[in-house]
């Protein structure tokens, strides 16, 4: 069986500098964070909620939240970490990914090899399952005018054989 999950979030940037931006796993240098009690990975954040979407589940914020806020956790990989389980447990497992990200700055098309590489490295996917596009979205949002990052992730899932 075939399922697919959509999932998508946003973060404004902080204007404190000693906070990382970290983008799909990888920290990008020379860019400031963004606002929130966790890491705010957009990518990571999307696609926790694109798994949970794909088996009929509720947000991903039902368990993030909890282990952020209660249990101090702010490494968004630990929450990718439970939307697989997840995804095992309903005896699925991924198929495919794609990852559009809105912003203006940072650029991302050069970071998103080694982005891919995490990507498949987190997943246990190989990198050719992951795909990833990106555009500034030509002033037409508040991201696209540079306040954060959007992104949109879709994922295919089939049942583990």
């Excluded at 400031?32 to 991903?60: M, R, T």
Aim: charged share 20%; aromatic share 6%.
């Amino acid at each position: 069986m075939f399922r697919i999950g959509f999932g998508q979030d946003s973060h404004p940037f902080t204007e404190d500098v000693t906070k990382n931006l970290v983008l799909g796993g990888i920290i990008i240098d020379g860019h400031w964070g963004f606002k929130g009690n966790s890491d705010g990975d957009v990518v990571l954040h999307s696609l926790c909620d694109a798994i949970e979407q794909s088996i009929g589940n509720d947000s991903f914020a039902r368990y993030a939240d909890i282990m952020c806020k209660e249990e101090g956790i702010t490494d968004s990989v630990k929450y990718v970490e439970v939307a697989l389980q997840n995804l095992a447990e309903a005896g699925y497992r991924l198929n495919n990914i794609g990852v559009s990200i809105e912003c203006k700055t940072p650029k991302i098309m050069p970071h998103a090899g080694r982005m891919r590489d995490r990507l498949a490295e987190i997943l246990g996917v190989e990198r050719s399952l992951i795909g990833i596009n990106a555009t500034s979205g030509d002033r037409l949002s508040a991201v696209a005018c540079g306040g954060g990052v959007s992104a949109h992730v879709i994922v295919s899932i089939i049942r583990k054989s």
